[in-house]
């Protein structure tokens, strides 16, 4: 094959992959449009953030969707956030799938915690649990049988954690 025809074939390979990246990069700044976030939040996720985050109000969405009655019309948690319950509780709300994973966390994690809401949904509680903890926090879940299946299940919100500190 002559040095002409591999250049070609090269550059033809360039401008597919800078093509499919242009369309990826397009579809994950139009799925962060849609998160129910400020401006300002939505400019600093990276893109991986993006797809944590829109998994992870996903699962929220079907949670409720298939708990609710009212069906696709149901809002995805009470109007707590905002409230003054949280306050008046002295703690946060948290969210976990049968899976360990954050659903819903609210932002009075910050003051409790340190850790900002964005960087907590979608990802497994058990990240910022002590390792001797976990056999206690499976417990409190009832997951022990799951633990030994590598937390499987199905999408299902096992628990609502008011912690006060």
Known sequence: ???????????????????????????????????PLPDDEISRLDKASVLRLATGLLRLRKYFNDKCDKGPTCSLLPDIEGSLLLDILDGFLICVSKKCRILYVSQQVDQFLGL??????????????????????????????????????????????????
Request: hydrophobic share 35%; charged share 30%; with cysteine.
């Open 1 to 35: 094959m002559s040095d002409y025809k591999k250049s070609k074939r090269v550059e033809e390979c360039r401008s597919a992959a800078k093509m499919r990246r242009a369309l990826e990069n397009g579809g994950i700044n139009e799925l962060a449009q849609q998160l």
């Open 116 to 165: 900002n809401q964005l960087d907590l949904i979608g990802r497994n509680i058990l990240e910022y649990v002590p390792p001797s903890h976990h056999r206690t926090l499976l417990e409190q879940f009832d997951l022990e049988e799951e633990k030994k299946k590598h937390i499987g299940g199905n999408i299902e919100i096992s628990v609502y954690f008011v912690t006060v500190l």
